[in-house]
């Protein structure tokens, strides 16, 4: 078994045996085998960055076997200097959720750890997939666990919060399925990416593909205006569930943009790429004006993503190097700082049990620890440099000037709304007198805390200050990205 498979289907079979364990009886050791579990998938996608090789952009690790040969469907699987970071992200994030997840959830922990456990080896099989219908499989098995997670151990609202979520999300991918089912009778009987890849397509054919996979990644992302059920699910969801859910599930669908609307219907891409923009902006404009009215932490948050996650839609469809490489990178950055944020406020919840900014003020005061943690996160989710936060969307607004000057100033304001919803809630939350008796008899971090926030810092903080690494291996797949959709697929 290869490296990808093995990414993928360790955290999958230990989430299985997980669910073999009694509900609570044997909470601690559920704890302890969903840790072990964890930290191995982390490590075996280790050798992943170790082994790959930089200045090409072939697919590196490639696994392929025979599937469903009637349908001549396979089990295909590889990396390139895109997908390869995305593998490593979703590890890591899973891992310090599990760590994040150890003592809040008390009820059914062996099912909520086995839906991590599963959910982190169906997003793997999402970024290895090379062929249609395999990627389509892991793509949609992704809201299962997430169901169940949102559903089981969400709040009040959980099952319209789930519900809303599925639906959304399902509705989308059912366009992306007809596209594939086109493409697979267009090529003769052909899944294979590499194929649909090379196929020449008419410029209505590419028009009705791009905007089919459009319903399914725009959703996934969200794209304005499409967002509106993310903050309901954000609110809902467990912690650990929003922190999976901003880090990883968001950037499934910007990931599909890279690998299928773009690439396979290039000329569409480049005519709607007016739309594409325009959506994008209102994204990191409107939505970051929105998330500076929200008295709820975690729908600001929400909101935030939406705001950061236009950055990368932007940066894709101004085809050039620094655009594409920012948004790349803004992903992999989003995925740390927002997963950040959102295990911050699961910290406060599990101690006042209130997501409502009104309900804190003066935390500083006693948990200076934590404080300092949640200051540096929020920081980054503002772009401070030195920060991972930064880097992308500096790309990005460099590549949006290089476009166009007035695309390019529009994505650095909104650089300004970012430090004003982000700095005036730690303010409201943080800064100031002890407000309430409530956050008076507050405790700072344990050491388990300490660890996972620790964890995040030091990766938001090393791609901030050296992300040259992250770059040097996506540079040759970007370069060939870009060269691809620069060639005319019409026939």
Known sequence: MGLLSLAIWIPIFFGVVLLAFGRDEHARVVRWVALIGATISFLV???????????????QFVEKSNWMPRFNINYHLGVDGISLWFVLLTAFITLVVIIASWESITERVNQYMAAFLVLSGLMIGVFCALDGMLFYVFFEATLIPMYLIIGVWGGPNKIYAAFKFFLYTLLGSLLMLIAMIYLYTKSGGSFDLAVWYTMPLGSTAQTFLFFAFFAAFAVKIPMWPVHTWLPDVHVEAPTGGSAILAAI??????YGFVRFAMPIAPDAAHEWAWLMITLSLVAVIYVGVVALVQPDMKRLVA????????????GFFIFNELGAAGGIVQMLSHGLVSAAMFLCIGVLYDRVHSRQIASYGGVVNVMPKFAAFALFFAMANCGLPGTSGFVGEWMVILGGVKFNFWVGLAAASALIWGAAYTLWMYKRVYLGPVANDHVKAMLDINNREFLMLALLAIAVLYVGIYPKPMTDVMNASVVDLLKHLATSKLN
């Open 45 to 59: 996608t280790l050798p992943l960055y170790s082994g790959f090789k930089l200045g090409t952009s072939a697919m």
């Open 249 to 254: 599930m968001l950037k499934l669908g910007a």
């Open 303 to 314: 909101y935030s993503s939406v705001a950061h996650m236009g950055f990368v839609t932007l």
